[in-house]
């Protein structure tokens, strides 16, 4: 009766810990831009942006739901911009600064494929003179299937990183085309 009693109390954590929501990861937000390199290159942007601020993300409640947090937005976008070879080496060397607010993160509450809609605020501003050359909001949304996790809060996890990786592929492509 004992044995059985615990193998009921590890099964029960088990069970709570595959349910637990884990907030978005940085890695997984992160756009290979390394096609777009080349176009980077001749833009005014190549290598003179530099991240300002980035607002506007939550803290995963781990008994609640994954949600995407400003640090880890803050990591992608940053790194997403470097690989794309539009970030400044220095702040001395940036020619543009650039706000991103995270406004709106649209989560489905239950389903087989989860779609997350963000709704992104990119600002760019010359820095030289404080002139504002690119605002635009971008909405974007990801679909994470049944197929790509089992577990519900795995796939709203996955639908959240693509979201997100979507919107700021979006945003690369947007300002790599306004010139």
């Known amino acids: 009766m004992r044995e059985y009693a615990s193998r ?19 890695q997984n937000m992160i756009v290979d831009q390394s096609a777009l390199v080349k176009e980077a290159e001749n833009s005014r942007f190549s290598q003179s942006l530099m991240i300002t601020s980035v ?8 008994l609640w739901t994954s949600e995407i947090d400003s640090d880890a937005f803050h990591g992608a976008l940053t790194d997403s911009l470097k690989h794309s070879g539009l970030i400044a ?11 991103a607010i ?3 993160v649209k989560q489905p509450s239950i389903g087989f494929n989860y779609t997350v809609t963000s709704d992104i605020s990119y600002l760019i501003t010359e820095k030289s003179s404080g002139n504002l050359i690119f605002e635009e909001e971008i909405s974007t949304p990801y679909t994470a299937s049944l197929g790509e996790s089992i577990y519900g809060v795995k796939r709203l996890r996955l639908a959240n990183e693509g979201s997100i990786r979507e919107n700021i592929k979006t945003f690369i492509a947007r300002i790599l085309s306004t010139e």
Do not use: H, I, W
């Open 8 to 26: 009921l109390v590890f099964s029960f954590f088990v069970f709570l810990m595959a349910g637990c929501a884990s907030p978005a990861q940085k």
């Open 55 to 62: 607002s506007g993300g939550e803290e995963t409640n781990p």
């Open 89 to 99: 080496e220095t702040p001395e060397q940036a020619k543009y600064e650039l706000r």
């Open 102 to 104: 995270l406004a709106k």
